[in-house]
T-cell receptor
């Protein structure tokens, strides 16, 4: 069975600083990988996804993530954080099933942005 | 706004009761997914429906059931409620084209917060 580990429960950064959120996954085959963001009182919004191809994936809101098969990692990065990026971030691995996928989520990383 | 609607936004009930949560998918989406988000278990997949049929099942308790209706809206029924069922319940929808995984992005609703007292 697949699993996802997000080692950092909380991350605090200053506005304008760079950001990296860590994600490690366990899955026997080539995974579908995702990063979602959840703002307070909101549902999850997809930031980016990796299915195949280029291992550096660009997403919305200036985020990117790099798939490293050798490290079983899919870390999320942003060069300059804005105060509006404060939210909960979830990494997920999806098990392909008949053209769809069922995601398994990590426990999330809460991002705090200081002015 | 993802286009997925969920009602009610909040629900407070007592142990032993039964509740129904409703989800309307985005226009054109055929597949609906239900998730539970709790402090103890995190975000967990419960069940998926596609065009009225159950497609995948996750960690859904026997006290819980779901269905998808001909108009594609879905309901999640929770019965014999326990304190531990208090959680945020999300619905998501996707187009679900069998041969095109890139079209299977799931769009999440804002959730229903269930409190069992």
């Amino acid at each position: 069975a697949q699993s996802v580990t997000q080692p950092d429960i909380h991350i605090t950064v200053s506005e304008g600083a760079s950001l990296e959120l860590r994600c490690n996954y366990s899955y026997g085959a080539t995974p579908y990988l995702f990063w979602y963001v959840q703002s307070p009182g909101q549902g999850l919004q997809l930031l980016l996804k990796y299915f195949s191809g280029d291992t550096l994936v660009q997403g919305i809101k200036g985020f990117e993530a790099e798939f490293k098969r050798s490290q079983s990692s899919f870390n999320l990065r942003k060069p300059s954080v804005h105060w509006s990026d404060a939210a909960e971030y979830f990494c997920a691995v999806g098990a392909p099933s008949g053209g769809s996928y069922i995601p398994t989520f990590g426990r999330g990383t809460s991002l705090i942005v200081h002015p | 706004d993802s286009g997925v609607t969920q009602t009610p936004k909040h629900l407070i009930t007592a142990t032993g009761q039964r509740v129904t949560l409703r989800c309307s998918p985005r226009s054109g989406d055929l597949s609906v997914y239900w998730y539970q988000q709790s402090l103890d278990q995190g975000l967990q997949f419960l069940i998926q429906y596609y065009n009225g049929e159950e497609r995948a099942k996750g960690n859904i308790l026997e006290r819980f059931s779901a269905q998808q209706f001909p108009d594609l809206h879905s309901e999640l029924n929770l019965s014999s409620l326990e304190l531990g069922d208090s959680a945020l319940y999300f619905c998501a929808s996707s187009l679900y084209l069998r041969l095109e995984p890139n079209d299977n992005e799931q769009f999440f609703g804002p959730g229903t917060r269930l409190t069992v007292l």
